[in-house]
């Protein structure tokens, strides 16, 4: 019911920064969070950043005061904003979407394929 197609990701040195865009299509629903998870081969999957549609954001505390998402509601767009690159920063970030309809009784979450972010010197 909901695609979400991701953008931005590359190769930067340490201290560059990047800027991911993920785009939600689709019709007959409310986004309720859009954010964006990361996760590393091997390891669990964690959140970077949120927004929900009230405005409010949500960090990591390792990305906290680095990274900024920002969204474009009319568009159902989000955005991450990504300074002081590290290389601990590498991963493949995931897109993420939390959206309800009218007849549902319970939420339903939908996920882009990912991003990659590489960061070496």
């Known amino acids: 019911q909901v695609h979400l197609v991701e953008s931005g990701g590359g190769l930067v040195q340490p201290g560059g920064s990047l800027k991911l865009s993920c785009v939600a299509s689709?019709?007959?629903?409310?986004?309720?969070?859009m954010g964006w998870y990361r996760q590393a081969p091997g390891k669990q999957r964690e959140l970077v950043a949120s927004i929900n549609s009230g405005g409010g954001t949500n960090y990591a505390g390792s990305v906290e005061g680095r990274f900024t998402i920002s969204r474009d509601t009319a568009k159902n767009t989000v955005f991450l904003q990504m300074n002081s690159l590290k290389p601990e920063d590498t991963d493949n970030y995931l897109c993420?979407?939390?959206?309800?309809?009218?007849?549902?009784?319970?939420?339903?979450?939908?996920w882009g394929q990912g991003t990659q972010v590489t960061v070496s010197s």
């Open positions: 993420h979407v939390l959206i309800t309809k009218r007849t549902w009784l319970a939420p339903s979450a939908y």
């Open positions: 689709g019709s007959d629903f409310e986004i309720i969070v």
